[in-house]
């Protein structure tokens, strides 16, 4: 998802270049993070929505140079197209379609990804956004919302992401399982306490794990 959420601020500081050239000055990408990371860190109450915390942050950046409205719906739509330009790893397609052939499968996502637009919404049974659950990931009620969907105890359930904090920690405190894809093969972080009960390299080792049980 990285290069894509790179591509969405890239694509809007270009539309904000053409059309907003004092709003691209004065808030260039890395100011224009750091005003949504203060935006986040003010807006505690919007933790779980980043579409807020977005709009919120244009507003601020148009206000700051004397605009009193921002063209939210353009803003947005530019950058929610391009962060669902999604390049998926080589591995992870056909490793879900062997995986969802099997299992029922949910995605939980803490941003705004939209299946659909990335072409893979087929493959899961449900899709639980922190938008519209009212939390996010690590706390462990968006993990209990995914199993009431799906039906099955958390303790039959394994999570699998690539962030140890919001994916496994919180995923092994509301009581699922857990396997972290951690394709850069690096050490399990000792302060988060017990390792995952798989740490694997890739979406088909995954697969292959789940077909030998």
């Not at 709009?55 to 950046?61: D, G, L």
């Not at 996502?109 to 639980?128: V, Y």
């Not at 009431?148 to 039959?156: F, K, M, T």
Request: aromatic fraction near 8%; glycine fraction near 6%; proline fraction near 6%.
């Amino acid at each position: 998802m990285l290069p894509a959420l790179e591509r969405a601020d890239q694509e809007l500081d270009a539309y904000l270049r053409q059309h907003y050239p004092d709003v691209a000055r004065a808030w260039p990408i890395p100011a224009m993070r750091a005003l949504r990371a203060q935006v986040a860190g003010e807006r505690l109450d919007l933790a779980h929505d980043f579409t807020a915390q977005r709009h919120i942050t244009m507003q601020r950046a148009f206000a700051a140079c004397g605009l009193a409205e921002a063209p939210l719906d353009v803003l947005w739509d530019i950058y929610f197209t391009a962060r669902n330009s999604v390049e998926l790893y080589a591995d992870s397609l056909p490793a879900l379609q062997r995986i969802t052939a099997v299992f029922p499968v949910a995605s939980l996502t803490n941003g705004n990804a939209d299946l659909d637009m990335i072409g893979i919404r087929a493959h899961f049974a449900h899709h639980i956004c922190a938008r519209d659950t009212g939390v996010a990931k690590p706390d462990p009620r968006i993990f209990s919302m995914a199993a009431e969907r799906l039906g099955i105890a958390p303790g039959e359930i394994l999570h699998v992401g690539d962030d140890p904090v919001l994916d496994v920690a919180g995923a092994r405190e509301a009581g699922l399982r857990t396997a972290w894809i951690n394709r850069e093969r690096v050490a399990w972080p000792e302060a988060l306490g017990a390792a995952p009960e798989l740490d694997l390299a890739d979406m088909t080792a995954l697969a292959d794990w789940l077909e030998a049980q």
